[in-house]
């Protein structure tokens, strides 16, 4: 059973930046496709980013493209989300995830698709 652990979060002003980092335990991170989610307090979570297993492509919710990007470090078992231009309304609790299915990548997914979660780390983004 692989274990994600998230880092990175924390409390920032509007139009600021925060990576969060996921580390993957387990041999066989190199052939998943990793996602970011969130969940605000009183909302369902919902999609983010996503990375294919060889980190070639990305796929990302409308409402942070040109924003944030989603990076995958196959060596160091590590899939990072870069934020930048940070808003208020992206203030969730933000949750690294690995598909269900190996070498599979769709660029769009529901959390059901993922079958292994992080504990979640909170962003915060005061206006």
């Known amino acids: 059973q692989v274990q994600l652990v998230e880092s990175g979060g924390g409390l920032v002003q509007a139009g600021g930046s925060l990576r969060l980092s996921c580390a993957a335990s387990?041999?066989?991170?190199?052939?998943?496709?990793m996602g970011w989610f969130r969940q605000a307090p009183g909302k369902e979570r919902e999609f983010v980013a996503t990375i294919s297993w060889n980190g070639g492509s990305t796929s990302y919710a409308d409402s942070v493209k040109g924003r944030f990007a989603i990076s995958k470090d196959n060596a160091k078992n590590t899939v990072d989300l870069q934020m930048n231009f940070l808003k208020p309304e992206d203030t969730a609790v933000y949750y690294c995830?690995?598909?269900?299915?190996?070498?599979?990548?769709?660029?769009?997914?529901?959390?059901?698709?993922?079958?292994?979660w992080g504990q979640g780390t909170q962003v915060t983004v005061s206006s």
């Open positions: 387990g041999r066989t991170f190199t052939i998943y496709t």
């Open positions: 995830a690995r598909h269900r299915v190996p070498r599979h990548y769709s660029g769009s997914y529901l959390p059901r698709d993922f079958g292994s």
